[in-house]
């Protein structure tokens, strides 16, 4: 995960404290359709302003840390 946030340094030093759908996609490099998915499903911390939602960039980055793969087993 570190390097994706490290892949993500020129969006990360531009992006604001709190991001939007579109903001989040491109840091993730996912799709807005993704992000909605993933947040209505519940599993990406966000923030509800009536019908529009924010990310908190500190809580995405603690949340990509604490969801990574440290390495996958091998048989």
């Not at 404290?17 to 989040?24: C, N, R």
């Not at 359709?33 to 990310?55: D, E």
């Amino acid at each position: 995960m570190e390097k994706i946030i490290q892949q993500n340094a020129e969006v990360t030093e531009s992006s604001p404290a709190i991001m939007t759908v579109h903001d989040l996609a491109l840091y993730l490099q996912l799709s807005d359709a993704m992000i909605y998915r993933l947040a209505r499903a519940r599993k990406l911390p966000c923030v509800r302003f009536g019908k529009t939602l924010r990310f908190p960039k500190t809580q995405i980055d603690a949340w990509l840390r604490e969801n990574s793969i440290k390495g996958l087993e091998t048989k």
